[in-house]
């Protein structure tokens, strides 16, 4: 039977994310995290269902006081105990594909943490610990021994699929793009696959994932992070990206609607760029979950990507502690598309 990956945009059953903890990178900087993660649980439970990993009964425990503490819906939330090395569910959470009889499969890609570069042995084995929970009683699971991160791709929902060759290259340098896009199309039921060649963002360590460059808003338009600061680093290459995003064409032969996100001003730690990338927003139902940096850009970028998706409410977030640790807003969250039972959650 033939499945189908959801475009963002469709109707979701909820929003996944794990919980940051003193075992985890966040350590140093965990109040300020968790304090994030709390406006992240508000802006998505007031419009669909939260599920929680947690590490443990005192992570949870200590989740569930603060959610409380914050006047967040704790009917709308579900916790699921599962041991992790991170929280970025982007990357290692289930890619959901669907039938048409209302069935799904946890699409469950080889985690490598990011090409090899950090321990991901506990992220890797997540999907399988998301099916043993039993809360997915409904889903199969498709175990794929091939590397692959969930923000490596954007999907139309009518089988396009945009990605970058930065990262799909490092994570099989023996493979052609020839043999790459044929593996997406197979896993994926994709039917053509869209390369970029540039673009990349200081202070990111996935390889170019393609969420912090380039979105889908929908299947005519794409919302891209621009850099019009002719002396910062990432000029060129980001131009570059722009010209290869104008000459891709939609499925009908057109120019894709392009929207341009603003650039922020540089963020330093110690002397590291961290990666502020407007691109990394989330849509869920009825909103769209923007990054907020502290910067004058923010209001900017939330009016574009308004624009972009028309008829949802559009609501910042506060995502500078985030960076930090290398990633934004849609790095940390994974939607499960609408039709999943999730047994007595909101």
């Known amino acids: 039977m033939k499945l189908r990956l959801a475009a963002e945009w469709e109707l979701q059953s909820a929003v996944l994310i794990a919980w940051p903890h003193a075992g985890t990178d966040w350590a140093r900087q965990l109040a300020a995290v968790e304090n994030g993660y709390l406006v992240l649980a508000a802006a998505i439970t007031r419009f669909e269902p939260l599920l929680v990993i947690v590490a443990n009964t005192a992570v949870e425990a200590h989740a569930r006081s603060l959610l409380g503490d914050a006047d967040i819906k704790l009917d709308r939330v579900r916790f699921i105990t599962l041991p992790y090395n991170d929280t970025w569910l982007r990357d290692c959470g289930p890619i959901t594909l669907s039938d048409e009889r209302g069935g799904f499969q946890f699409t469950d890609f080889r985690f490598t943490g990011w090409g090899g570069k950090y321990e991901g042995t506990q992220d890797d084995d997540l999907v399988a610990g998301l099916l043993r929970s039993g809360l997915f009683s409904q889903v199969t699971h498709h175990r794929i021994n091939w590397a692959l991160e969930g923000g490596a791709i954007e999907c139309d929902g009518e089988g396009t699929l945009l990605t970058t060759w930065r990262c799909l290259k490092q994570r099989h340098p023996k493979q ?21 060649e540039h673009g990349y963002l200081e202070g990111d360590d996935t390889d170019a994932h393609i969420d912090t460059l380039a979105r889908f808003a929908s299947n005519q338009s794409i919302v891209f992070q621009s850099c019009d600061d002719s002396g910062d680093p990432h000029y060129e290459e980001l131009q570059r990206m722009g010209s290869e995003l104008k000459s891709l064409r939609t499925r009908n032969g057109r120019a894709y609607n392009l929207y341009p996100l603003p650039w922020a001003r540089p963020v330093i730690d110690e002397g590291r760029r961290l990666a502020a990338s407007y691109a990394n927003y989330l849509v869920i139902n009825g909103a769209v979950l923007v990054p907020a940096y502290g910067d004058a850009a923010d ?41 999943l039972h999730l047994g007595d959650i909101g």
């Open 299 to 339: 209001d900017k970028a939330a009016s574009v990507i308004a624009a972009a998706h028309p008829r949802r409410e559009v609501v910042k977030v506060p995502c500078r502690p985030f960076i930090w640790q290398n990633g934004s807003l849609h790095c940390l969250t994974m939607q499960l598309p609408k039709g």
């Open 176 to 196: 052609s793009r020839t043999q790459i896009s044929a593996m997406l199309q197979e896993y994926l039921y994709a039917n053509r696959v869209l390369w970029l």
